[in-house]
């Protein structure tokens, strides 16, 4: 929702820059935000596009924090953007040509407009969102346009930025702007260590702090029910957006394995992407028709229900063409949640969570026969489905539990505000 842009608080603010908000594929934004408040965190949201998905994870509706939401375009938000630009440009000379300078020099190295239409957020943010918020900090989740946008708001007003990297935004950016940002930030968060290494690599001198903080979940919400033993026709389940880093095709052709191998199951994906139309034809090409469907995206009580009726769930992750990859997909960490096995792949990551014959079974990236194999393994053998089940759920409690992990993240956010601990009221 929009609301005024004239708002006066005493309380220390914590400006999040989101690229969307709320957004469906992103609930561990929306748990992270209000799990702050709870903390006593005032937090401003400000979100670069309206939502646009016709639904949301419950958790939004109990979030307290202001939202407002920038202009998508730059003709259309010029009567916001002009405004607020003209006003700093005259209050505030040096750091309106210290943002312009950097924007300058992007420009010619990207071409892009989309450099322009980030100053002119940040411009928005820093002349008319921020004043009176007692915003403290600026922290930008994703550390691409979010991040731009997060620094010249930051140029702007003076306000310190800080940023959570996390998979596409690392790895398909250019490492110098990436490094850029890194060194300009007051800290990096990130949510593994495979990224903490990356990101490291682009800050050798280490002047900027680089945390990792895994996402997680709430285990409770995700204690699933007991279940019978396995018997087939099995079902087998993916949670996953369709997209070339997701390998749904590496899991269709190790689905028609099992099917020719005599293993009776059915298969269901949930989620939505551009890759459909190729996955709806790779599925009818390999004769699966009878045993995939595909459910598009679905709220979150409908994906808990699936993953209390599977038997294995199956994701086939891979290092797209562009070089994104995923980091620890939450799904993941709500499967091994509910006891649910896991056939994965050695990917990124996905090791610190699925550990080889420990947590859950991984295969080569691409080697749709070796996840074939493993998927055959965990439904034909009820010793190791409950072994790797029962040590799955114990790693999510010890590690992946996002109540301990939030705070963990408070404890950095205050420090960044200036502030000398994480619990800022009491917890509501």
């Known amino acids: 929702m929009n609301t005024p842009e004239t708002q006066t608080s005493t309380r220390p603010c914590l400006a999040m820059v989101l690229k969307g908000y709320p957004r469906i594929s992103e609930t561990f934004i929306a748990h992270e935000i209000l799990r702050l408040e709870e903390l006593g965190f005032s937090v401003r949201i400000l979100s670069m596009r309206a939502p646009r998905e016709g639904f949301h994870h419950p958790v939004v509706d109990r979030i307290q924090a202001r939202v407002d939401y920038l202009p998508q375009e730059i003709l259309p938000g010029l009567p916001r953007f002009i405004p607020a630009a003209a006003a700093l440009a005259a209050a505030s000379p040096a750091r309106f040509a210290a943002a312009a300078r950097l924007a300058r020099t992007h420009l010619i190295l990207t071409r892009k407009s989309a450099t322009v239409k980030h100053l002119l957020q940040g411009a928005l943010i820093a002349g008319k969102l921020l004043p009176g918020s007692g915003a403290r900090l600026i922290h930008a989740h994703f550390a691409h346009s979010p991040t731009s946008v997060a620094r010249f708001a930051s140029i702007l007003s003076g306000v310190p930025f800080s940023f959570f990297a996390h998979a596409k935004d690392i790895y398909t950016q250019d490492p110098a702007r990436l490094a850029e940002k890194i060194a300009a930030a007051r800290f990096v968060a990130t949510c593994t260590e495979y990224n903490r290494g990356h990101l490291s690599s682009l800050s050798p001198d280490g002047s900027t702090p680089i945390h990792r903080v895994y996402h997680g979940i709430d285990p409770d919400q995700f204690s699933g029910r007991p279940r019978p033993e396995s018997r087939p026709p099995y079902n087998l389940l993916t949670v996953a957006r369709m997209a070339e880093k997701k390998g749904l095709p590496d899991v269709y052709q190790a689905l028609r394995m099992l099917a020719d191998a005599g293993i009776a199951f059915t298969h269901t ?125 114990a790693l999510v409690e010890e590690r992946f539990d996002n109540r301990k992990n939030i705070q963990d993240l408070a404890e950095i956010y205050a420090r960044g505000m200036g502030l000398a601990s994480g619990r800022q009221g009491p917890v509501s």
């Open 269 to 393: 994906l949930i989620g939505e992407g551009d890759d459909r139309p190729m996955i709806e034809a790779l599925i009818q090409d390999l004769g699966l028709s009878d045993r995939c469907r595909i459910l598009g995206a679905r709220p979150h009580g409908e994906v808990v229900e699936a993953f209390n009726e599977a038997d294995l769930f199956v994701l086939g992750c891979k290092k797209a063409k562009n070089g994104d990859r995923d980091g620890i997909p939450n799904v993941l960490v709500e499967a091994l949640a509910m006891g649910v096995p896991v056939a994965a792949t050695r990917v990124s990551a996905l090791p610190e969570l699925v550990r080889h014959e420990e947590t859950g079974l991984l295969s080569p990236s691409g080697d749709s026969g070796a996840l074939a194999k493993n998927m055959a393994r965990l439904l034909l053998s009820p010793g190791l489905r409950a072994r790797v089940a029962a040590a799955g759920r």
